[in-house]
């Protein structure tokens, strides 16, 4: 079945250092692949997405690139903030007639400090 | 524009009590999700509608939950009688399209049952 791999928090980072959160994802056909965030106390945000091999998604200076060879797609930013600080998900859509379910990995807890 | 509207945002029962918790979809999407998310199995996926109709119910623990969505403006997820290892934090999502779309998750309802 389909299933999704991130690596185990927490991660601490200081400010303005190098952010990368590993995902590794198993699926057939070509899902489509997402990073979520959620703020404590929230619900879940979608940060970036990717809808094919090669694709890169970004936003708010996050950036992913949806690799089949390897079935990744790692979460990096270049000088992260405090305000960053928040649980990280990344998450496969499943292709073909139920492209509906996310199936999301575990979480990255992320703390960013001044 | 509202977002996912979900309530209560907490609540605290005893083990035994019926409990029901609501959401409102954002207005046009046809598309509903109800998550459960704890510390132990992550989030998931407990019950997809689309227009209304329940599509995938696999998720659903146990005959204790039922969830119903009587228009396209509301849904509730009911769990009677109600248990300590229901104690989680459920979220509703919405989407405008099933097929690789976006879900725009609720600020969640945190459930403690004692």
């Known amino acids: 079945g389909n299933s999704v791999t991130q690596m185990e928090g927490p991660v601490t980072l200081s400010e303005e250092a190098f952010l990368t959160i590993n995902c590794t994802y198993t699926?057939?056909?070509?899902?489509?692949l997402f990073w979520y965030v959620q703020y404590p106390g929230e619900g879940l945000q979608l940060l970036l997405k990717?809808?094919?091999?090669?694709d890169k998604g970004s936003n708010k200076g996050f950036e992913a690139t949806y690799r089949k060879e390897t079935t990744s797609f790692h979460l990096e930013k270049g000088s992260v903030q405090v305000s960053d600080s928040a649980v990280y998900f990344c998450?496969?859509?499943?292709?073909?007639?139920?492209?509906?379910?996310?199936?999301f990995g575990k979480g990255t807890l992320l703390t960013v400090n001044p | 524009d509202a977002g996912v509207i979900q309530s209560p945002r907490h609540e605290v029962t005893e083990m035994g009590q019926e409990v029901t918790l609501r959401c409102k979809p954002i207005?046009?999407?046809?598309?509903l999700f109800w998550y459960r998310q704890t510390m132990m199995r992550g989030l998931e996926l407990l019950i997809y509608?689309?227009?209304?109709?329940?599509?995938?119910d696999s998720g659903m623990p146990e005959d204790r939950f039922s969830a119903k969505m009587p228009n396209a403006s509301f849904s509730t997820l009911k769990i009677q009688p109600s248990e300590p290892r229901d104690s989680a934090v459920y979220f509703c999502?919405?989407?405008?399209?099933?097929?690789?779309?976006?879900?725009?998750f609720g600020p969640g309802t945190r459930l403690l049952v004692l």
């Open positions: 998450a496969l859509s499943r292709s073909g007639g139920s492209n509906y379910k996310l199936t």
């Open positions: 207005s046009g999407h046809n598309s």
């Open positions: 999502a919405s989407s405008f399209r099933q097929t690789q779309e976006t879900q725009y």
């Open positions: 509608f689309n227009n209304n109709v329940p599509i995938d």
């Open positions: 990717a809808t094919k091999a090669d």
């Open positions: 699926a057939t056909g070509y899902p489509s």
